[in-house]
């Protein structure tokens, strides 16, 4: 199937290095320390953090750093099929380590022994992509939470097909079988705290895939800290009122 | 550096300086390999100046952020506590209040045998002590075990603030070992704190 049409357009309508409009909202759940909504095109995920808190499983608790909790799920109504998942399924006990993993990369877990952080992310919308909006989501939750972070992280996708390195795949160009790189990356800090990549590429053209993904990263972190920064001023503000 | 009026604000990793500039404040953190100062949180930057006669005579920068955290009980604070349970040689407690600040989550403490009063410490009675559902005042003693806080209420200022009688009305304190409840005139046993007029 073409993927990239010959006029150099993808089949949503955009050029090959062009990511999916971005929106993002902080404090969606009002009962969390902090939450967010994160929204990649049709993608959209919802996150929740709990925490820093007293640890529930007592053997679980660490006495030099935070035990840092995520959990992933998706919505029945996510996608286009109606199915019924069962909780814990090994997709989403994967994606749920990965998230883990890449947010306990950029967490300051050594200010925080014998507490605990929770991570809650839903997937409200899925069009592929779902991993990167939901480490997305994740970090636009911590730092609303005022948990202390080396740096925000960010994700994006980038993949290979026709030829083409394209960024921010789809469902569609998800499912079409070619090259699918999910990378996360600590912007300012210039480091890799995530790289997945299903099926193979060679190595001088996963460079370009990568690279393509690494700009798709800091357009991400730029946006994550405008949307930040806002949310500052404001409740700045109202305090001020 | 920056304007005292004008704060700049700050993402988690952004560069504020380096450490023969700044001394880190709450909020941000060092690189251990290039010795540059980061934010870890989102909020205003500040420069404190430093005190006088320190040593150190670099600023410190902090970052504050908008979401204030509930209060923690450290050793030496002084906590309100609810008791949930006497027995024979601890009773346990919740700390409801650290300070003159509601904490946000339950926080268990126990209060030994040997630290309920400062005198004839093997003689107490836990039971004469302390009833479950008074309100205490304590000394958090130490981080205790995994399970619990130590709390202490071996001062007169500490021990019992408020408790209610077998009635159900709020008691009178009589002496620092006794309360009486208004509406019986029973008397009953507890570790009275001596409350400030």
């Not at chain 1, 999916?20 to 902080?26: N, T």
């Not at chain 2, 949930?84 to 268990?108: D, L, P, W, Y």
């Not at chain 2, 009305?169 to 507890?190: D, F, H, K, Y």
Request: glycine letters at 8%.
């Amino acid at each position: 199937m073409e993927y990239v049409s010959p006029e150099g357009l993808r089949l949503d309508g955009r050029r090959p290095m062009e990511m999916r409009q971005i929106r993002a909202e902080i404090g969606a759940v009002s009962k969390a320390d902090g939450s967010a909504v994160f929204e990649m095109g049709n993608t959209k995920v919802i996150a929740a953090v709990y925490g820093p808190r007293q640890v529930q499983n007592k053997s679980q608790q660490m006495n030099d750093q935070a035990l840092v909790r995520c959990e992933y799920s998706m919505a029945n109504f996510s996608t286009g099929d109606r199915m019924r998942k069962p909780k814990g399924d090994r997709r989403s006990t994967e994606i749920s380590l990965v998230i883990r993993q890449t947010m306990e990369a950029s967490i300051l877990t050594h200010l925080m022994p014998h507490s605990q952080i929770d991570i809650f992310v839903q997937v409200l919308q899925a069009d592929g992509g779902t991993r990167s909006a939901c480490i997305n989501a994740a970090t636009l939750a911590l730092a609303d939470a005022g948990i202390p972070m080396r740096d925000l992280v960010t994700s994006c996708s980038a993949g290979y097909l026709n030829s083409t390195p394209l960024l921010d795949l789809n469902y569609v160009e998800d499912s079409a079988g070619g090259a699918d790189v999910t990378l996360g990356i600590l912007p300012k800090l210039d480091k890799v705290t995530l790289l997945q990549m299903d099926s193979k590429l060679p190595i001088d053209i996963l460079e370009n895939v990568m690279q393509l993904a690494i700009e798709g990263c800091k357009a991400v972190a730029n946006y994550i800290r405008e949307i930040l920064l806002e949310n500052t001023k404001q409740l700045e503000f109202r305090r001020g009122v | 550096m920056e304007e005292e009026k004008e704060p700049a604000m700050v993402t988690p990793g952004e560069v504020l300086g380096t450490v023969s500039e700044f001394k880190p404040g709450k909020g941000t953190y060092v690189a251990p390999h290039n010795d540059t100062v980061f934010a870890s949180l989102t909020g205003y930057r500040r420069n404190i100046s430093p005190a006088i006669d320190s040593s150190d005579q670099r600023p410190i920068v902090e970052v504050t952020g908008h979401k204030a955290h509930g209060p923690v009980p450290q050793p030496g604070s002084i906590v309100i506590a609810r008791v949930t349970k006497v027995m024979a040689r601890s009773a346990s407690a919740h700390i409801v209040c650290v300070g003159t600040k509601s904490v946000r989550e339950i926080f268990n403490g126990i209060i030994r045998q040997q630290d309920v009063r400062a005198t004839e410490i093997d003689k107490v009675d836990m039971h004469l002590s302390f009833r479950p559902g008074d309100i205490v005042r304590a000394l958090v003693v130490s981080l205790g075990d995994a399970r619990a806080y130590f709390l202490s209420t071996a001062k007169n200022e500490l021990g019992v603030v408020s408790a209610e009688s077998t009635a159900g009305a709020t008691m009178v304190p009589v002496s620092w070992t006794e309360m009486q409840c208004p509406l019986t005139g029973q008397i009953e046993q507890r570790k009275v704190a001596k409350m400030a007029s």
